[in-house]
């Protein structure tokens, strides 16, 4: 038994730290699976004070620890080795306090993304981060990728709805940095350094969220449009006219919408005729009497301004609900369309539809029936593409990884909108960022890690 | 003449560079003027790599330099030393890009605020922070400031509307981290370091903005309330009832309203009678048609449910207007009030009125004539006091601060909501940050400027 390991059982006892075949197969990769590996030993800490005192010992044996929440990254952030402990917040887990006055929420990192936004609700409020892996994905995990989904373009990414941090740094140190109010600049924003990062800057622990007033009426519409450079223009159009009721653009190349209203079962297509692109447009506000007539009102004038060719609206919360589970069944992927490769690109609005042309043209001549689907927050500058090469044992990410970041590299876009760098992405980080902007983050990791035993390579491949 | 005067006048020549008498004034300290000095000189770059190569030769004569932009700050952050070096944005200044299909704009760091406004304005956009100082405040000051104002409880600080800035290190490197998407997860968010550090970690020169959707119709209203609690009634029910219209929500306590509405020249009160509490309520929608039935519903169900007794409806943008002076005539304070101390905190909004209470009881005792008059952006946690004793040829102002600051240490409140803290609340800061957390700001500082050349004893005055 490794030195770590016989510290740890002694420390915390064996209730808390599993070892060998009693470490769960779930815990030895997150989801996409880059190499999965067994740990030496997965740490499931109740409190604040075990996973400081995990990561202290690991700390005084050099022992590299990563920290694991629900498990549903898509970059392999939260991948152990074979020769580090891994630390499951899982047990750490529950909603300590609301502030119904100021609208926040003081919750412990292993809570579900779920539950909150549940409690939040049964407190009259909303917490507006929202994504696919709800059930699964933690508070702590969507802080530590800084999380996007379907509401950034009214709500931002999760960053914006953090107030404040509880966070374990590298030797054990516990920084209570809990901040409850909307406004303090009493000094620098250190819980800044920890939203985003991945776990190679520290540990969250708990965390203080900003709620929002729970909305009262929702609005939703698929439309058809003629082509790209209309949805450009219904971008600006409906920041115009629906304000920041805008809650949702999420926009859907044929390639997509066919395939989802085709092959998805329980899905329909919403629209009778085929477009040259669509989109799912949702609209939050306060009341149905004077939210609706104003939805109606920017449908009616985007028809006559040529912007729409068709639209399907809602006429209930179940309509709401079933155009959104066209959007939502990327989860479904896997049975669709095969085993896939899925990129998470940024680009200027502008650009998307060109590079989704060039980066088929490019992928077709090295894999000539490769099947791509386009989809985007393009709103939010994110342009998700899902690329499946049939008859192949293994899908070739790499190669195909090589191949677009190298166009959104000429680009000058970024090679992760919203699901992080972790391992997957790290050789490509270059592409997106320059070399004094990879040196600053070097000297905060040096900085804050500099045995480099939180995460190393995860981000920055060289520490 | 010192070692660094000649290395300035040799590499930029004498129109970059100010020398004794040439230093304006003004440039001898911000607004709160706390100990004004005239700097060995005066650098007024006219680019990035102007600046650069300032911070590159100071750096080399260890020399500490201090970034001035409008001047405007509040806490004696953009003040210099005797024996420093001062660098004015003022002639890095003017709009580069737009780019209306995401709604972006790239600026240099001098420009005013209001010409950000008008130029976001112009393009169909709106640039959401403002403050009364607009038209001298410079983007790079609100930035290094992280500004709030006005319209926090819709747009958030000045932190939420910058994507990207292009910074210089204590060393001179320029870091163009210019990031134009509303979504980027490519590694750290470096740009985080130097918003709000008050040039302690870098000087800003560039940043791309996020600008919002112009809005198409402001509605507003005075409301006179009972009292306090109902003021914490009124913003939860104005926060369901406007949902992501309402914009401000600027509580003035009757010290402030008679003060306003009695003494300063054009401003008159907009209710009849008096009452225990006042509030300005703004909300911002896109047509009159949906948004001006929704703001009368709500104050109609307002007055329903007993929290507001009077509202004084503006019934025009010219009412707006004249609503919104009586916020804004704080600038008047020298004149109706006489010269005061300015207090800016954060607290819990169930808190407040027995902050102001308290408050006012302990500095009485100290000063049995003191004047107080209380506002602020209740809804941001933001409470401002304005303290005036008459009589005296020099405000007690480290006195008053010390009594305030010692009950916002009490009550777990923060001893700056907006204004930074600089140099007068420097000795304040672990009020309201514990050791841990100053002890990560300066791990942060001694990363970025290990010699402590930039604004050194700013912020952190170990540093």
């Avoid at 999380?147 to 920084?175: F, H, K, P």
């Avoid at 390639?255 to 329909?268: A, H, I, P, W």
Wanted: charged content about 20%; some cysteine; proline content about 6%.
């Amino acid at each position: 038994m490794s030195d770590i390991v016989a510290d740890l059982l002694r420390e915390l006892g064996p209730s808390l730290v599993a070892v060998g075949v009693d470490i769960p197969a779930r815990n030895h990769s997150d989801w996409v699976g880059v190499a999965p590996a067994e740990p030496l030993a997965l740490v499931r800490p109740r409190s604040t004070e075990d996973l400081a005192t995990t990561v202290r010992l690991c700390a005084a044996q050099a022992v590299p620890v990563v920290a694991q929440g629900g498990l549903t990254g898509l970059a392999g952030g939260a991948e152990p080795r074979a020769d580090w402990v891994a630390i499951s917040l899982e047990r750490m887990n529950g909603i300590e306090e609301i502030d119904p006055a100021t609208g926040t929420m003081l919750v412990k990192a292993g809570t579900p993304l779920e539950v909150v936004q549940q409690a939040a609700s049964e407190a009259g409020f909303f917490y507006p981060v929202d994504l696919g892996a709800r059930g699964t994905a933690t508070i702590g995990g969507t802080i530590a990728t800084n999380a996007g989904g379907n509401r950034v373009i009214r709500y931002g990414m999760t960053r914006q709805s953090i107030l404040g941090l509880e966070v374990v740094l590298a030797d054990g140190t516990i920084v209570n940095a809990l901040n409850r109010f909307l406004k303090n600049n009493a000094g620098y924003d250190i819980k800044q350094l920890f939203i985003g990062t991945e776990g190679t800057l520290g540990i969250v622990t708990r965390a203080v969220l900003r709620l929002e007033a729970e909305p009262g009426f929702t609005s939703a519409a698929v439309c058809g449009l003629p082509d790209y450079p209309a949805i450009v223009e219904l971008l600006k159009f409906a920041r115009r006219k629906l304000g920041s009721g805008l809650t949702a653009f999420e926009v859907m190349w044929p390639s997509f919408y066919d395939l989802m209203t085709s092959k998805v079962e329980g899905v329909r297509p919403p629209l009778a005729g085929r477009h040259g692109m669509y989109v799912l447009i949702e609209s939050q506000g306060t009341d149905e009497a004077f939210d609706a007539p104003r939805f109606a009102a920017f449908l009616e004038s985007a028809f006559e301004e040529g912007l729409i060719e068709d639209a399907a609206v809602a006429r209930s919360q179940g309509d709401v609900q079933a155009f959104w589970k066209i959007r939502d069944s990327v989860s479904e992927f896997s049975h669709v369309l095969g085993p896939d490769t899925a990129l998470d690109i940024s680009l200027r609005v502008a650009e998307m539809d060109d590079f989704v042309e060039e980066a088929n043209v490019a992928l077709r001549q090295a894999f000539p029936d490769m099947q791509s689907v386009s989809f985007g927050h393009v709103g939010d500058n994110n342009l998700h593409l899902n690329i499946h090469v049939p008859g192949l044992s293994k899908q070739p990410k790499p190669e195909i990884q090589a191949i677009v970041y190298e166009l959104v590299r000429r680009r000058q876009g970024s090679v992760s909108a919203e699901h992080g760098i972790g391992t997957i992405k790290a050789p490509f980080l270059p592409y997106s960022r320059n070399a004094a902007e990879i040196g600053l983050m070097e000297r905060l990791k040096d900085a804050l890690d500099p045995k480099a035993l939180l995460n190393p390579g995860k981000v920055l491949i060289r520490r």
